[in-house]
């Protein structure tokens, strides 16, 4: 890799001469960067520029594909599916485990690239292979408790034995999003192909690379190649022929357009998986350990710069240790360490591109100019990279601002006193959304219970997000306009499935016999219900 150049304009034939332009070279070496592409179904000629958001330097010119490639795409991924679902549990359970060590093993290499397209941190960046090797790992040891044939009992014991299969679905659609370029582009294939389907991905146009790289460690792991397709290009080009062509649908990215995927999947009757935004609570509890839960805001309001789907934007404090609370909270962000570089070290990288920037620049100016208050933060740093943004900590937010209701999806966290428990359950519910939560208290028993009631589909107990996104046995997803069905756990590897029932029937039928009549064998079979209840049969 060649050192980081400042930002410039376009660049379209490629580099020129350093020396007297400095934002000509690339930033990655062209041979790392042709490995990857290499990868891509795309024939249309034509390539989009990528740059990195630490410096605005070039990172690559990725192929485009057109809709005939993603045809082409999910004809050779079905071709590899009719194969690759006759191969046995344990040969995948092999592959799986063998992808886990490969992710350790490249660790390096990975976070290098997750880090120069995305910006972030490169210790929010280790987040991603963690969560692969976990993935992995996970699947690669469960996958027969998942998807082998099971019995369950049959309608008249000892005669009927009823058996279920999971069948897979056959080529499954994953559309990814930029801000976990890594993880979001493999984690949720990853139980797509261990449970027997294709994959035909579509990673964001911003990450392309990292998600290549992904796909070259499923080939080097074992996989089938033609099994994981790859294609790029802007969603509103070919995310509609993915989603025509595919027999389920894995999104992860805005409400507004997992709306238009369900409408889509719907008009097909195929089945679909959203992940969609958030305007995750937080509540911190009269009885909470202050110091405890102010680290933890730190890293729930600022893990990648504010950019993930679980991240904290609003904190509803007890009024016992509210001030106590503010204070620490305050001066851990003001102690950050900000940066866009490669290295460890840094608390929190940048915002993606220019459009997030502008995002987070707006919510804050709008809630200043209406009467908020700036506790930390609250101004871009052009000085650390062109989309950096302190972290920021507002009081006094009201319903008028933006920032109040709207995901801000950047490094912006509003806090609110309260009184009373079921006022602040009820404020942290208010709204459309309901992906993640998060509880503080010293009283574990009494943060379950308030958990119930609030509606998220992970609620995470003094900690900020990871330990439920980090437990692969448990489903991770959201509630209402946060989106419908889950990932991670048996339900995020069984969406992936078909469930065949095969009944085998022994001896008599399921039908007057021995010469019964018609009325004789209904009252054979009320007694046989009634025998059945007072023995305890389901």
Not at 64 to 79: G, K, P
């Amino acid at each position: 890799m060649s050192n980081s150049i400042p930002a410039g304009g376009p660049l379209v034939t490629g580099p020129g001469d350093p020396e007297h332009d400095p934002t000509a070279a690339y930033a990655l070496e062209p041979d790392q960067v042709a490995a990857l592409t290499a990868r891509l179904l795309a024939t249309t000629g034509e390539t989009a520029l990528t740059r990195t958001p630490l410096t605005g330097a070039p990172l690559a010119q990725v192929p485009q594909s057109s809709e005939a490639d993603v045809a082409e795409a999910f004809a050779r991924a079905r071709r590899a599916q009719e194969a690759w679902a006759r191969t046995s549990l344990a040969h995948r359970q092999e592959l799986l485990l063998r992808l886990h060590d490969l992710v350790l093993d490249r660790q390096e290499e990975i976070l290098d690239l997750i880090v120069w397209e995305s910006g972030k941190a490169r210790k929010h960046a280790f987040d991603e292979p963690l969560h692969i090797a976990l993935t992995a790992r996970y699947y690669g040891r469960t996958l027969r408790q998942h998807l082998e044939t099971r019995r369950v009992p049959g309608v008249i014991p000892g005669l009927t034995r009823v058996e279920v299969n999971r069948i897979p679905k056959g080529v499954v659609g994953v559309i990814s999003p930029w801000n976990y370029p890594f993880t979001m582009a493999l984690c949720d294939g990853i139980a797509a192909i261990a449970a027997g389907n294709a994959v035909v991905s579509k990673p964001d146009s911003q990450t392309m690379l990292s998600a290549l790289l992904a796909a070259q460690l499923l080939d080097e792991a074992g996989f089938p190649r033609d099994l994981w397709q790859v294609v790029a290009g802007p969603g509103a080009q070919i995310g509609g022929a993915i989603i025509d062509r595919a027999d389920y649908v894995c999104f992860t990215g805005s409400t507004a357009t997992g709306k238009r995927v369900a409408a889509q999947a719907a008009e097909r009757l195929i089945g679909c998986s959203l992940e969609l935004g958030g305007k995750n609570p937080l509540l911190v509890l009269r009885d909470a350990d202050v110091e405890k839960a102010a680290e933890g805001a730190v890293r729930a309001a600022f893990s990648n710069a504010g950019q993930l789907c679980v991240s904290i934007e609003r904190m509803f404090v007890a009024d016992q240790v509210y001030d106590r609370f503010v204070e620490r909270f305050v001066a851990r962000t003001q102690a950050m360490t900000l940066g866009a570089t490669l290295d460890w070290g840094n608390d929190m990288g940048s915002l993606i591109n220019a459009n997030q920037l502008e995002t987070v620049t707006k919510h804050v100016e709008d809630a200043v100019a209406k009467g908020a208050t700036v506790l930390a933060g609250g101004r871009a740093r052009p000085d650390l990279g062109p989309f950096m943004y302190e972290p920021t900590i507002l009081e006094g937010v009201t319903p008028e601002m933006a920032c109040f209701g709207n995901e801000t999806f950047g490094p912006v966290v509003s806090l609110y006193r309260f009184n009373d428990e079921t006022e602040a359950v009820a404020r942290a519910n208010d709204g459309e959304y309901g992906l993640n939560a998060s509880v503080y208290s010293r009283d574990g028993e009494r943060a379950r219970a308030v958990a119930r009631r609030i509606t998220c589909g992970t609620v995470n107990v003094n900690e900020a997000f990871a330990a439920t996104f980090a437990s692969l046995g448990a489903p991770m997803g959201g509630m209402r306009e946060s989106g419908m069905g889950r990932r991670q756990g048996a339900e995020g590897i069984l969406r992936y499935t078909e469930t065949q029932s095969v009944a085998t029937q022994r001896v008599v039928p399921i039908a007057p016999s021995f010469g019964l009549s018609d009325e004789s064998y209904a009252k054979v079979m009320n007694l046989s219900l009634r025998l059945l209840k007072k023995v305890g049969r389901a």
